[in-house]
């Protein structure tokens, strides 16, 4: 599999690179990588680690990214490499997230073609980038989707939406639904909890649905006594009201104590249920609930 040059890299001094994907901007020493671990500098030249090296694929139900409105009923052809852009302490797939290539097992090489034929073979009308963030695969899902639109196929992604505004508009215009997280109205969650911020989630989203025309489905993993309080459900809200409109479909999810975060204790039932009747209340017709044992 050749090495793929990664999209959105600036040469610095020396052989130093920043990669402007996401809005984390990392500044990549030679031999380096950045955050996400899979953007890596060799020789000043920042190289997509991730490009036709799944680590898992799979068929899924499209209910299960979640989505419920779009290809209702369809399987939908899963893949997802390594790393992510975001640190969520709570992460609830942090197998596939923490690691790098660097560090972990190679798998076999998976072409876009492959992918696509893998798609049809399993009577999939769909394909998900899922499982880690997609973003840090952007080159791989992008060729990917474009083969696959050629070949009469929807590309789904399920994303953190922490992708920098450039790249969130060449990407989006190649996707036809989204489930983006947006992890908790409020600013210091990101900060305190996933290293990182609010506002260019936001700012994805209303690319996505308002610039790109996607299909966008949001979910907010509710965890206790950390983003379950009424005002931050109402502040979201208010959000999705004024940017998005009420028709938006919202998955409220339950969390369960993963990834070495242990401070919360798994969220109640009844906290999910005032949630969507708040939110029913409020006239949104589409919100569901997740992750209920
Ligand atoms: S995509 Fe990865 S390397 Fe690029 S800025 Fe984001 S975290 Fe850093």
Known sequence: MP????????????????CTLCPRSCVIAEGKSGFCRVRVNRGGVLFAETWGKPAALQVDPIEKKPLAFFLPGSRTFSIGTFGCNLGCRFCQNDELS?????TAQQHPPVTPEELVELAR?????S???TYNEPTVFFEYLADTAKLARVAGLKTVLVSNGFIAPEAARELYRLIDAANIDVKAFD?????????????????ACEIFRNECGGHLELTNLIIPDRNDAPEKIHALLDWVEE????????????????GGYHESPPTPAETLFRIREQAIARGFSRIRLGNLR
């Open 3 to 18: 090495d793929t040059i990664a999209r959105f890299q600036e040469p610095l001094t020396g052989e130093t690179v920043r």
């Open 98 to 102: 923490r690691n790098g290539y660097a």
């Open 121 to 125: 073979r399993y009577d999939c009308p």
């Open 127 to 129: 394909i998900a980038s």
């Open 187 to 203: 600013d210091s969650f990101y900060r305190t909890l996933c290293d990182g911020t609010l506002a260019p989630v936001l700012t």
């Open 243 to 258: 940017k998005l409109g009420r028709d938006t479909p919202i998955h409220f999810s339950a969390y369960f104590p993963a």
